[in-house]
């Protein structure tokens, strides 16, 4: 059994201090309860030991989309008692390939494995798949190609050769997404509140570059993420569409929903 690093107080704070918002929707009634709380980035990075680890206090885009998607998918009767019993096989199962921890690799560190693991597995369903023709082929090279980023593979040529042969899978594989101009203020119809939204990037190398959950204010669709400007949970000021515009490394937004 790997050891769980839990921040186990705030874990069940947040966990059990669920209020029943105005939403239905499991993953921004979890998604809101995040909000305010601060961005920081490698808190997965804590030693060399590949282990499962839940920091609710400190999150970045990726954890704080990963540890909403685990509260949300705990079975709904007696949702108290499930919700701590269930959220680490959760967030096992949504962080490792087909839910083994097998050191650093075995972590999903591209978006692309991170929702195909998900889609595999029946917990996500790739809602941009069915709803959008534009698509986008895989070249992923940049973890190996700036090993110096990450501590692991700075440390360890064995996992950087583990890391290129992951990249060399995925690469070439197709997805389809929403090309930025493609995507109006008010979203679509059938882009739904608590859809996990992956804004694409055209930086060399990699598919995503942030990661969010898709949240209207009336007619508009904004975005409910971890920011790393403003350095924690908000909804964002503009809709994701004027996000995009923003900010020239975005190309678009892949769309995947929660399945329970
Ligand atoms: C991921 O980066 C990391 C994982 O290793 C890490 O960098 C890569 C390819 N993967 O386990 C995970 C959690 O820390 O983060 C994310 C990163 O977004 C940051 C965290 C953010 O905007 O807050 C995911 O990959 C989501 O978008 C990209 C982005 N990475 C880079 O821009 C290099």
Known sequence: MNKILFSLLCTSAVLLSVSAQETD?????????FLGTP????????????????????????????????????PVQDREANLL???????????????????????????????????????????????????????????SSHPQSYKQLASSPENIRKIKEIEKSLSGQVFHYIPKDKLPD????????GDIIAITTNIPGLDVAHLGIACYEGKQLKLLHASSTQKKVVISQGTLAQMLKNNKKFTGVRVVRMKS
């Open 39 to 74: 961005y920081v980035a490698h808190t997965l990075e804590v030693n060399n030991k590949e282990q499962l680890i839940a920091n609710l206090r400190e999150v970045d885009c990726t954890t704080f989309v990963e540890y909403v998607l685990a509260m949300s998918l705990s």
């Open 85 to 143: 019993a269930e959220f680490t096989p959760n967030l096992q199962k949504i962080r490792y390939r087909d839910g083994i921890i097998n050191g650093y690799p075995s972590r999903l560190h591209y978006i692309a494995d991170w929702a195909n693991n998900g889609v595999k597995h029946g917990f996500l369903e790739d809602v941009a798949a069915i709803n959008s023709p534009d698509t986008i082929v895989l070249s992923l090279n940049f973890m």
């Open 186 to 193: 008010n979203g679509f119809p059938w882009i739904k509140d």
């Open 25 to 33: 929707n499991n993953m921004l009634k979890y998604g809101f309860q």
